[in-house]
C-alpha cells in the first residue's frame, strides 16, 4: 500500500491541474459559450418577440394619435375648400379672393390660404411663395413656410423669421366663362404641435426598443451566465466521481429552482448508487470470506485423504460433498435471485388464493417444527384473490420459518417452548397481510434494514450455518410481487433477566389486490425495487 502513494499523490496533482487547467479554459471560453447556450438563444427569442411586441404597440399609438390628428386636419381644410369653391361660383375669381381676404383676418394665421389665377400672380391668401415640391391635386401634402413676426416694443426692428410645418390641400376650380384654365387654390394649416408629438412618439418608440434589446442582450448574459454556473457544478461533480470519488454531490443554490431539484435527485440516484457500490465491495468480501473457508477445508480434506486409508478417505469424500452442496445451495440462490429480480419467473404468475397457500406450507413445516422443539402455530382469515407465482411465494414463507427456526431460540436455554406463529388477514384498502412472528431475541431496530442485505449475518464471526441470503431471497420476491416488506417486533415473550416484556422478530408482507397488481405487473416492465423495510414497533 506504501508504494502506491506516490503514483496516488501524482495522479491527484495531474488531477488539480487538469481541472485548473479546465477552469482557466472555461473562464477564457465564457462569452463564446454564452452565446451558444440554450438560455442565451431562448432570451434573444423572447427578446426579439417583446421588441415585435413594443414596436406594434408603438404603431398602433402613433395611429391612434398621429393618424387621427392628419385626418381631422385633412377634413378641416376640404370643409374650407368646400366653403371657397362655393363662393367661387356664386361670386366669380374676385369675389373668392374678397372672401378669402376676410378668412385670413379671422384665421389669426392658423389657416393659410392662397389662390392664385390661372395666368399670373396670387389676387388672394397669407402665404408669400406658393409650396415647392411633389405634391398632387386633391392629396394631403406637408410643406414648411416661414412666419414673420415683429417685436411689439420694437416696430422698427428686424423682423424674426421661423420656418414652421404646415399641412395643406391645393384643387384647381374648374373655369369660368371664355377661360381654359380655372384658378389654383391652397388651403393650409399650421401643425407644428402635430409635428411635435409626432417626432416625440418616434423618438419614445425608437428608445424604448433600443433600451429593451440592450436589456434584453444583459438579461441574457446574466442568465446564461447562471444557467453556466450550475452546469460547470453538474460537470464538475460528475468529473469527481468519474475519478472514483463517490461522495461528491451536487451544490443546491437554496432558491428551490427546477436546478435545485434535479440535483435533489442527481444526488439521490447517486447516493443510491454509492449504496450499491458499497454493497458491491461488501458482497465480494462476504463471498470471498464464504468461498474461502469451505475450499480451504476441501483442499485440506483432499491432501489428508490422499494419505490415508480407505476409511478416512470416504469420511473426507463425504464432508467434501457435503460442503460443495452448500457452495452450489449458496450459488443457486444468488442465481435465482438475479432471475426474480430480471423479471425472468413473472410468467409463471396467477390469481391464486393465498389462504390455500400458507396451509399447505404450514402443514409441510409443522413435523419439523415438532421436532426442533418449536411451537408453530398459523391463524388465517379470509383474504381475497392475489396475483403472483406460488412457487415464488412458497419460497419465501420457506425461508422465513427456516430463519426462525435457526434465530428464533434463545442460546441460554431459559425459553423452553419458543413459538413461530404464522398470520393472515386481509389489509386495509384491499389485498392480504401475511406476517411470521416468532418470540425469539429479535433483530435490534438498527439491523433490521440491514438483513435484508445479501450475504449479512448478525454473526460476525460467521460461524454459524447459512449464507445470509434467506432474507435476501424474501425481498426480491416481495419486490418482485410489488408488495411492502415490513421488519417489525413480534411475539411478546418475558425478559429472564429483568421480569420486563420483549419481542421476538416479525416479519410483515403486504400485497396489492390482484387487479392492482396484475396492472402493476404488466406495465412495470424490467424495473424492479428492492423493498425497504419498516422499523416501526408493532407488537403481537
Excluded at 231 to 244: M, P, V
Excluded at 373 to 393: D, K, T
Aim: glycine fraction near 8%.
Amino acid at each position: 500500500m506504501a508504494g502506491n502513494r506516490p503514483h496516488e499523490q501524482a495522479r491527484d496533482d495531474v488531477s488539480q491541474d487538469v481541472g485548473q487547467s479546465a477552469d482557466k479554459w472555461r473562464v477564457a471560453n465564457l462569452v463564446p459559450r454564452l452565446f451558444r447556450t440554450t438560455a442565451f438563444r431562448v432570451t434573444i427569442v423572447y427578446m426579439l418577440l417583446f421588441v415585435v411586441a413594443v414596436g406594434l404597440l408603438g404603431a398602433f399609438i402613433y395611429r391612434a394619435t398621429i393618424v387621427e390628428q392628419r385626418s381631422k386636419v385633412e377634413q378641416e381644410l376640404r370643409e374650407e375648400i368646400f366653403l371657397f369653391h362655393a363662393v367661387y361660383e356664386d361670386k366669380g375669381l374676385l369675389g373668392l379672393g374678397r372672401f378669402m381676404d376676410k378668412r385670413v383676418s379671422l384665421s389669426h394665421t392658423v389657416l393659410y390660404y392662397m389662390v392664385v389665377p390661372p395666368y399670373g400672380n396670387k389676387i388672394a391668401g397669407n402665404l408669400t411663395n406658393f409650396p415647392t415640391g411633389d405634391y398632387k391635386k386633391d392629396e394631403l401634402f406637408e410643406f414648411t413656410y416661414e412666419l414673420v413676426s415683429r417685436n411689439d416694443n420694437d416696430p422698427f426692428g428686424e423682423p424674426a423669421i421661423e420656418v414652421r410645418p404646415a399641412m395643406a390641400l391645393v384643387t384647381r376650380f374648374p373655369p369660368r366663362g371664355r377661360q381654359s384654365l380655372g384658378p389654383l387654390v391652397l388651403v393650409g394649416r399650421d401643425v407644428t404641435d402635430i409635428v411635435s408629438i409626432r417626432n416625440a412618439a418616434r423618438s419614445a418608440i425608437f428608445h424604448v426598443g433600443l433600451v429593451t434589446l440592450v436589456l434584453g442582450l444583459v438579461v441574457g448574459i446574466a442568465s446564461s451566465r447562471a444557467f453556466l454556473q450550475r452546469l460547470d457544478d453538474i460537470n464538475r461533480t460528475a468529473s469527481a466521481i468519474r475519478s472514483g470519488d463517490l461522495t461528491k454531490r451536487i451544490p443546491l443554490s437554496g432558491g428551490g429552482d427546477e436546478f435545485d431539484n434535479l440535483a435533489v435527485h442527481l444526488n439521490m440516484m447517486l447516493e443510491q448508487i454509492e449504496r450499491l457500490m458499497v454493497g458491491m465491495r461488501q458482497v465480494s468480501d462476504n463471498i470471498a470470506h464464504d468461498l474461502r473457508s469451505p475450499l480451504t477445508r476441501i483442499r485440506s480434506r483432499l491432501d489428508d485423504a490422499l494419505r490415508a486409508d480407505d476409511a478416512s478417505q470416504r469420511q473426507a469424500l463425504v464432508e467434501t460433498a457435503e460442503d460443495v452442496e452448500r457452495l452450489l445451495a449458496t450459488f443457486n440462490a444468488l442465481l435465482a435471485m438475479t432471475r426474480i429480480e430480471s423479471g425472468e419467473r413473472r410468467k409463471g404468475f396467477e390469481v391464486i388464493d393465498l389462504g390455500d397457500l400458507v396451509e399447505e406450507i404450514a402443514e409441510l413445516y409443522e413435523p419439523a417444527a415438532e421436532e426442533a422443539g418449536f411451537e408453530l402455530s398459523c391463524h388465517m382469515a379470509p383474504v381475497p384473490p392475489i396475483y403472483a407465482s406460488r412457487e415464488l411465494i412458497s419460497q419465501a414463507l420457506s425461508n422465513l420459518l427456516d430463519n426462525a427456526f435457526k434465530y428464533a431460540r434463545h442460546e441460554n436455554g431459559q425459553n423452553p417452548r419458543p413459538k413461530i406463529e404464522i398470520r393472515l388477514t386481509p389489509k386495509l384498502g384491499g389485498g392480504a397481510l401475511l406476517e411470521v412472528l416468532d418470540n425469539g431475541p429479535g433483530v435490534a431496530p438498527q439491523d433490521r434494514q440491514r438483513i435484508l442485505n445479501r450475504f449479512v449475518r448478525l454473526d460476525q464471526s460467521r460461524t454459524s450455518t447459512g449464507s445470509g441470503l434467506g432474507l435476501s431471497m424474501v425481498a426480491a420476491v416481495v419486490a418482485a410481487h410489488h408488495a411492502s416488506l415490513s421488519i417489525g417486533d413480534g411475539l411478546a415473550r418475558p425478559n429472564p433477566e429483568d421480569g420486563e416484556q420483549g419481542y421476538g422478530l416479525g416479519v410483515r408482507i403486504a400485497f396489492p389486490p390482484a387487479e392492482k397488481k396484475a396492472g402493476q405487473l404488466a406495465n412495470s416492465g424490467a424495473e424492479l425495487a428492492r423493498g425497504e423495510a419498516a422499523t416501526k414497533p408493532t407488537h403481537g
